[in-house]
């Protein structure tokens, strides 16, 4: 609930202010304030409903960093977050964390048991994992801050997804309404032209094109349950991927080329993790170890943890990336040089640059080829139904004599 108060100090002052909680709550921290309540000309216990979405999200995980930045308690800026929340569910969430905070845990495990509790999957295991890195070199505003600019990065790239596809699914509207129409008016008709024995005459193409679009015409039901079939397994598959962020980045790393781009990804985070660390004063294998929380492909967590037990009996972590030949030699080179010089931080932030740039290249490369490609798709696939028609009817004559 919601309360706005007026109220007297022990001095005679009037005072005002917002106060989130009970009746019985606002009492007792004015009673420990010492005001004398004089007036509630307030109260508001309705919230919006439904879900909060990720634009709000986003700027509530803003609003805490802003806050924290200026100087301000963690404790102090949810408050202020809770002050500003327009849903229930959001005011539930943020309460639930500030709780968890209250009780002695850290903000990155309060985030995480309230978004599990809530079903809120905005936040991925990653993002938890930079947070707590933070937390461990206490730099919580910066942590924020990569991951607000994070999500920003990968809700840009969905934007620039969903641009580059949308006029392929115009056209892939477009084309599927148009088999539709030649499977269910063009090819009855047609076909009815044939007898069985001149059917057999006609040119390969044209006898699966008509064979297969027939098919479908007389297993309309069968196909389209098919369809409402594979229309469930997508959305429960999107539904779990949301849930379960692990299993798609797991999924990107099997998939040719796009493992490289997604390794790009994951190698930028690790050495961004190791920069803040070490920056921190945090040692290099304690780093290492923490630094594997950011990485999601299961087989680059075992070579790493690995390394971590070759970097404890005293070997050099240039040597030790070297051994493993997950990182190409001129990271291990840089590494290596960071090393001598004692400044190996600012040697993960220039791998962790390289590796970001190297990831936006590919994916720009992706996007530029996305949207003619999925064209040249169609374009053979119609193309290839025209030129059966049209085979078949250059045919009749043929067929007839």
């Not at 490289?260 to 040692?283: A, K, P, Q, V």
């Not at 139904?385 to 049209?390: E, K, S």
Request: hydrophobic letters at 45%; proline letters at 2%.
């Amino acid at each position: 609930m919601f309360i706005k108060y007026k109220g007297l100090t022990s001095t005679g002052d009037e005072v005002e202010g917002e106060f989130i909680g009970t009746r019985e709550e606002l009492m007792l921290f004015l009673k420990k304030e010492g005001i004398f309540l004089t007036k509630i000309y307030e109260e508001r216990s309705k919230f919006k409903k439904g879900k909060i979405s990720r634009t709000r999200f986003l700027s509530d995980l803003e609003q805490i960093q802003y806050l924290i930045s200026s100087g301000m308690r963690i404790d102090h800026a949810l408050n202020n977050v809770i002050k500003n929340s327009t849903y229930e569910i959001e005011l539930k969430f943020w309460e639930m964390v500030l709780g968890f905070i209250k009780d002695g845990q850290q903000f990155s495990f309060a985030l995480k048991k309230s978004a599990e509790e809530l079903q809120i999957f905005y936040l991925n295991e990653m993002h938890y994992n930079i947070l707590n890195v933070g937390e461990e070199v206490g730099d919580i505003k910066n942590s924020l801050k990569k991951i607000i600019n994070q999500i920003k990065f990968r809700d840009k790239l969905i934007a620039e997804i969903k641009s580059a596809i949308a006029y392929p699914s115009f056209v892939l509207a477009m084309s599927f309404i148009a088999s539709v129409f030649i499977i269910y008016v063009i090819l009855p008709r047609f076909s009815s032209i044939f007898s069985p024995s001149d059917f057999k005459k006609l040119p390969f193409i044209s006898r699966i094109v008509i064979g297969l679009g027939m098919y479908i015409n007389s297993h309309t039901l069968t196909f389209l349950w098919l369809l409402i079939f594979l229309g469930l397994v997508v959305m429960l598959i999107i539904g779990n991927l949301r849930k379960k962020p692990d299993m798609m980045f797991e999924f990107f790393s099997y998939l040719p080329y796009l493992n490289r781009i997604y390794l790009y990804f994951e190698f930028s985070n690790f050495f961004s993790s190791m920069h803040t660390m070490l920056s921190g004063g945090i040692g290099i294998d304690k780093a290492l170890k923490l630094s594997i929380g950011v990485v999601h492909i299961e087989k680059i967590k075992n070579i790493l943890s690995n390394a971590v037990a070759n970097l404890r009996k005293g070997n050099k972590l240039s040597n030790v990336l070297k051994r493993y030949g997950i990182f190409s030699d001129d990271v291990v080179s840089i590494i290596e040089a960071g090393e001598d010089s004692a400044r190996i931080e600012e040697a993960c932030l220039n791998i962790a640059e390289r590796y970001n740039e190297l990831f936006k290249k590919y994916v720009s490369r992706i996007l530029l080829l996305l949207e003619p490609a999925v064209i040249i798709l169609l374009g053979i696939f119609i193309g290839s139904i025209v030129v059966a028609i049209m085979l078949a009817v250059i045919s009749i004559n043929n067929v007839a004599m």
